[in-house]
Structures are given as structure tokens and as C-alpha cells.
């Protein structure tokens, strides 16, 4: 069982900088998968960017340049820093977790608000 707790969100200007942090409990973090997703109110769930066991990333192209994924395995944690914000990057921001097997487990989200 994996536990995923997101930290970080808040209200920022736009041009702002945010860094999100996921801590993860249980086993096996180094072997998973992780990604971020955002869901804005009345649109589905997107995803923002992932990094694999082997810190492949990969990013929304509504992100790349300003957003990066990391992740330090011996803290059991991930980071998003978010660089260059924009309203439409507004959100409510999860952390997702891939085990090898494809299972996934889901954080509680933060809420990340980009506005003057």
C-alpha cells in the first residue's frame, strides 16, 4: 500500500514560481513511476508531467520549458517546480504513483491558484 501526501500549492501572481512536493510512504518508491496531473474546475484531469524508476521525463507541452519533474528516491519524494506561471496553469495539482505492475495510487491534490 502506497500513501501519497502533495504539499506546496497556493496562490501565486502570475510570472510566480511554486515547487510541489509528494511524499510517498509504503515500500518500492524507486521502482515506481510517479507523476503530477491538475484538473481545473469544470475540465478533466490532464497530465502535467512524469518521471520514471530510471528518470526518463516526460512533459505536457503546455509545460515544457517551465515546469520540471524530479524525484529523490532516498526521501520517498517528488517534486514539480513550476517556473513562469500562467492563470491557465491553475488548478487543483495530483500526485500519481505507477507500481512496475501498472498499478496506481492517487494523492489528495493541492490547490495551485494562478492569479493577480
Known amino acids: 500500500q502506497v500513501q501519497l501526501v502533495e504539499s506546496g500549492g497556493g496562490l501565486v501572481q502570475p510570472g510566480g514560481s511554486l515547487r510541489l512536493s509528494c511524499a510517498a510512504s509504503?515500500?518500492?518508491?524507486?521502482?515506481?513511476?510517479m507523476g503530477w496531473y491538475r484538473q481545473a474546475p469544470g475540465k478533466q484531469r490532464e497530465l502535467v508531467a512524469t518521471?520514471?524508476?530510471?528518470?526518463?521525463?516526460n512533459y505536457a507541452d503546455s509545460v515544457k520549458g517551465r515546469f520540471t519533474i524530479s524525484r529523490d528516491n532516498a526521501k520517498n519524494t517528488v517534486y514539480l517546480q513550476m517556473n513562469s506561471l500562467k492563470p491557465e496553469d491553475t488548478g487543483v495539482y495530483y500526485c500519481?504513483?505507477?507500481?512496475?505492475?501498472?498499478?496506481?495510487?492517487w494523492g489528495q491534490g493541492t490547490q495551485v491558484t494562478v492569479s493577480s
Open positions: 500519481n504513483s505507477r507500481t512496475p505492475w501498472d498499478y496506481e495510487y
Open positions: 509504503g515500500s518500492g518508491f524507486r521502482f515506481n513511476a
Open positions: 518521471i520514471s524508476s530510471g528518470r526518463s521525463t
